[in-house]
């Protein structure tokens, strides 16, 4: 009888894990964190200044382009200062 009642405590503590909706959920939220932690946003779609870092669920997680400022290209003269 003892072992019954441990089979069956066993049976039920197993069978009451956690379902598939909440693993999914979990993974969800790691993932938007993630994109968060990049100054990201879960958007449903990137505009053209940004990029797409990974994906919250279903929508794009967004992250602005840093800007590069332009480098001056060197002046080339033929002149000859005297």
Do not use: A
Request: overall charge positive.
């Amino acid at each position: 009888m003892k072992i019954l009642c441990i089979f069956l405590t066993f049976v039920f503590t197993v069978s009451c894990g956690p379902s598939v909706s909440q693993k999914k959920t979990k993974e969800d939220g790691e993932k938007k964190r993630e994109c968060y932690l990049v100054r990201g946003v879960c958007k449903t779609s990137c505009n053209t200044w940004e990029y797409i870092y990974n994906y919250c669920s279903t929508e794009p997680c967004c992250v602005i382009r840093e800007y590069q400022k332009p480098v001056p290209k060197p002046i080339n003269s033929t002149r000859h200062i005297l």
